[in-house]
């Protein structure tokens, strides 16, 4: 049974920073596109940062590239998500997800992705 759970979200005032993280079981890191997306209030959910460690690949929604870091560790078998910079429209729900390997052709679609995290809130204020 797979199941993916985030850790690390909150409150933080603009400009800090703020690091997730997502506990994978049941399914490799390493072997899977791992995707971190966010949902805010009215807003639909949208994909922000991608890492396929088997081809070495990595990609950033151009809202937080720049700003934010995806990041795997085998041995933990964890996916974390470094956070700088914070803005108060970063602020929302924010969901780890897995997905096989077609992320390497449709990489910020949630349809490619198989199983999601409950979802940690950050909320960043002025």
């Known amino acids: 049974q797979v199941q993916l759970v985030e850790s690390g979200g909150g409150s933080v005032q603009a400009g800090e920073t703020l690091r997730l993280s997502c506990a994978a079981s049941g399914l490799s890191t390493s072997q899977n596109c791992m995707g971190w997306f966010r949902q805010a209030p009215g807003k639909e959910r949208e994909g922000i940062a991608v890492i396929y460690p088997a081809v070495g690949a990595t990609y950033y929604a151009p809202s937080v590239k720049g700003r934010f870091y995806i990041s795997q560790d085998n041995a933990k078998n964890t996916v974390s998500l470094q956070m700088f910079s914070l803005k108060t429209e970063d602020t929302a729900l924010y969901y780890c997800?897995?997905?096989?390997?077609?992320?390497?052709?449709?990489?910020?679609?949630?349809?490619?992705?198989?199983?999601w995290g409950q979802g940690t809130q950050v909320t960043v204020s002025s």
């Open positions: 997800a897995a997905g096989g390997t077609r992320c390497l052709t449709n990489t910020f679609s949630p349809s490619v992705y198989n199983y």
